[in-house]
């Protein structure tokens, strides 16, 4: 099973909301990763997990907050966004290549469409 | 700095005819090079990737690659196109050696007529 699911598939919030993107996986990958794409553009990297411990930051604003509760489980939580912060956010998972690395091959969850207005 | 480029930002074909998506890199070791797809509001689905070894790669949905050290690509190919395959197509790469992050080209948008 090559499949990471994230979850809500669309959200709407408003500037001052408080709201989670969820994304999961059960491939027994330990390197988690939170993309940020705007549209007709590549994927930018946002954040990376290697088992369960924040390893990367992209230099992402702190009203971003990644959390990794476990090996299958990442969590975004969000806060007082802007509208520019409208974007589809993707999560990835791969095998960490512990003697070299991070990615192995990275597979790509459908993505959560945020919008905030 | 390293990285790969796409070239074309649009590429137009009809339904039924061979398709080449360009992608260039810079990497001074050999790379770690992926091509995926991604439909309108979708993520994205891994096509294929090179590590090492036999230089043309087969994908899925009938997509190839071949690896060129001497020019320096990582061209996507396709015999014959179908309706379904019209998307945007990105190529990644990433240095051996280094972090192993991909970093991705700006991507191709694939039109197909019928």
């Known amino acids: 099973d090559t499949e990471v699911t994230q979850t809500p598939k669309h959200l709407v919030m408003g500037m001052t909301n408080k709201k989670s993107l969820k994304c999961e996986q059960h491939?027994?990958?330990?390197?988690m990763y939170w993309y940020k794409q705007k549209a007709k553009k590549p994927p930018e990297l946002m954040f990376v997990?290697?088992?369960?411990?924040?390893?990367i930051n992209e230099s992402v604003p702190s009203r971003f907050s990644p959390e990794c509760p476990n090996s299958s489980l990442l969590n975004l939580h969000l806060h007082a966004l802007q509208p520019e912060d409208s974007a589809l956010y993707l999560c990835a998972s791969s095998l960490p290549r512990t003697d070299r690395g991070y990615t192995d091959t990275q597979y790509f969850g459908p993505g959560t469409r945020l919008t905030v207005l | 700095a390293q990285s790969v480029t796409q070239p074309d930002i649009h590429i137009t074909v009809s339904e039924g005819a061979s398709l080449e998506l360009r992608c260039n890199y810079s990497y001074g070791a050999t790379p770690y090079l992926f091509w995926y797809v991604q439909s309108p509001g979708q993520g994205l689905q891994l096509l294929l990737k090179y590590f090492s070894g036999d230089t043309l790669v087969q994908g899925i949905k009938g997509f190839e690659a071949e690896f060129k050290r001497s020019q320096s690509s990582f061209n996507l190919r396709k015999p014959s196109v179908h309706w379904s395959d019209a998307a945007e197509y990105f190529c990644?790469?990433?240095?051996?050696?280094?972090?192993?992050?991909?970093?991705f080209g700006r991507g191709t948008s694939l039109i197909v007529h019928p």
């Open positions: 997990y290697s088992y369960e411990k924040l390893s």
């Open positions: 990644a790469g990433c240095a051996s050696g280094g972090s192993y992050i991909p970093t």
């Open positions: 491939m027994g990958h330990r390197a």
